[in-house]
């Protein structure tokens, strides 16, 4: 059978994928289906080899324990693919998320065109697939950028980090790799929160926002469930909500007083007065590092740029009632430092109901969230109809 009318196969494989090995009564449970229905599925799961199931380590209860079903790493994988500002890096996932091998290089800021990064990566990706162990299939490609893209073809519209307008990197990515799969890419702070609320800091949640820090401060933002991504797919860019226009830092995208003009790094760095050939992660951190110890000029920036952080997470939390905002990116190594700040704007700005509840937290899948973002968006087809997903993508041998 390569058909799921009823998605049940789907939905099993997604519960197993995101929560781990669990028995059989408990999915019955958590899927509101009948064991018969759990047990003929995992049954047409298992014949894939998608799914194991073994008997549960001693409960301490009498009777017959419910079989425990996993994912079997090993059979289903997926490659993921991050452009970030100063890095780009490629992954083999394997179903349940573990990320089995990956590749890192650092990238040189200027000169980053179209054709090095795919070249990286294609490089990367090449690997990877060779190494995939030989019953392995390769069910999905993902990618994140840091930059507003168009769904569907993976064309990045505006790459303001790296300069890029209209580049078709999904597809030339995808060309390129040869494997007859398209690549999926999506925007980096739209993976993350998804990411982070599928995995990380925010799993369960129905509502967070995700602010990716790094050049610029990118937004993710996910309301009852569903990411906000808007008309165009171009939606959540946080970094352009105006909060300074007056006296504001300039943006990259030509305004001024930007969210991301006055908390992005250059704001961090030029208030710390640290030279324009300082820039990077790196550099951020030492930052903060100099405000933990006390050091005036360190400190004085991180509450400056702590306090335009905290104006535009106080507008955030009034218009979509949170339950968290989830820092990614550098704003992981700034929000600590900044949080005593944040947190005093949040009392004078938020309107009260709107922030009792609310929590603050650093992302916990720390740089590998927009990874794992694209990871599961490779992940979906698969996840969508297990079976027949398997027979299109069968073995597939570089092109
Ligand atoms: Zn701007």
């Known amino acids: 059978m390569l058909r799921d009318p009823s998605n049940n196969l789907g939905a099993l494989l997604r519960h197993l994928h995101l929560d781990g090995p669990v028995s059989r009564a408990v999915l019955a449970e958590r899927m509101g289906l009948n064991r018969s229905t759990i047990l003929a599925a995992t049954a047409e799961l298992s014949a894939a080899g998608l799914v194991s199931e073994e008997a549960p380590g001693d409960t301490g209860r009498r009777g017959r324990p419910s079989l425990v079903v996993r994912p079997e790493p090993g059979r289903a994988h997926v490659l993921a693919f991050d452009v970030a500002v100063d890095r780009v890096v490629a992954a083999r996932v394997d179903l349940g998320g573990t990320i089995v091998e990956r590749h890192e290089a650092v990238r040189p800021r200027a000169g980053a065109d179209l054709d090095r990064v795919v070249e990286a990566l294609t490089r990367f990706g090449r690997q990877l697939h060779r190494s995939a162990p030989a019953g392995s ?228 899948l720390g740089d590998d969230a927009t990874l794992i973002g694209a990871a599961e968006l490779g992940f979906e087809e698969l996840l969508s109809d297990p079976l027949a997903t398997l027979a299109r993508t069968g073995d597939r041998s570089l092109g």
């Open 137 to 364: 299939t390769c069910v999905g490609l993902g990618a994140s950028y840091c930059g507003m893209i168009r769904p569907g073809d993976g064309m990045v519209r505006f790459g303001p980090e790296l300069g890029w307008v209209d580049q078709a990197f999904g597809a030339e990515l995808g060309r390129r790799l040869g494997l007859g799969r398209p690549v999926i890419v999506g925007n980096e702070a739209h993976l993350g929160a998804q990411a982070e609320q599928r995995r990380g800091a925010g799993r369960g949640l129905r509502n967070l926002v995700y602010l990716h820090g790094d050049v610029g401060v990118g937004g993710g933002i996910i309301v009852g469930g569903t990411l906000l991504d808007g008309d165009g797919g171009y939606g959540c860019e946080v970094g352009h909500m105006v909060i300074n226009p007056y006296d504001g830092r300039p943006c990259g995208c030509g305004s001024r007083g930007c969210f991301e003009a006055e908390v992005g790094e250059r704001a961090l760095l030029d208030t710390a007065g640290r030279p324009a050939d300082e820039f990077g992660r790196d550099a951020i951190r030492a930052v903060v590092d100099d405000a933990v110890r006390g050091d005036p000029r360190a400190s004085d920036a991180v509450r400056r740029v702590g306090d335009w952080l905290g104006i535009g997470v106080a507008n955030l939390i009034n218009l979509f009632n949170p339950a968290m905002v989830i820092f990614g990116g550098m704003l992981r190594d700034l929000y600590p430092a900044a949080a005593a700040t944040v947190q005093r704007r949040i009392a004078t700005n938020v309107l009260p109901v709107a922030r009792e509840r609310i929590r603050l937290r650093i992302c916990d």
